[in-house]
């Protein structure tokens, strides 16, 4: 089960620090990722980060603003997110992935991020 936590409400150009903890998870045969769900769109995959070479993917709409890393001995993923805004208003859920181009293998509960003045 994985284990996101971190979120909350912040105003638009603040940061956020997202945390994901793994346990059952290898980061030497999985990669872990962000996916955020917005009311009324569609999932959208925000960052992933590959445990075996630590290749890393961003979508187009956080490159720049978002940074994911991990810490492969405390089986956590981390997002760290700067100058936020309103559309980034979402529950975020991290999960498990085979590789960043597939499909999720498993995520938990997410964790709700309220970009707003």
């Known amino acids: 089960q994985l284990q996101a936590s971190g979120g909350g409400l912040v105003q638009p150009g603040g940061s956020l620090r997202l945390s994901c903890l793994a346990p059952?998870?290898?980061?030497?045969?999985?990669?872990i990722g962000w996916f955020r769900q917005a009311p009324g769109k569609e999932r959208e995959g925000v960052a992933c980060i590959s445990g075996s070479n630590d290749r890393i993917q961003y979508a187009d709409s956080v490159k720049g603003r978002f940074t994911i890393s991990s810490d492969k001995a405390k089986n956590t993923v981390y997002l760290q997110m700067n100058s936020l805004k309103p559309n980034d208003t979402a529950v975020y859920y991290c999960?498990?992935?085979?590789?960043?181009?597939?499909?999720?293998?498993?995520w938990g509960q997410g964790t709700q991020v309220t970009v707003s003045s």
């Open positions: 999960a498990a992935y085979g590789s960043c181009n597939g499909p999720p293998l498993g």
């Open positions: 059952g998870f290898s980061f030497d045969d999985h990669a």
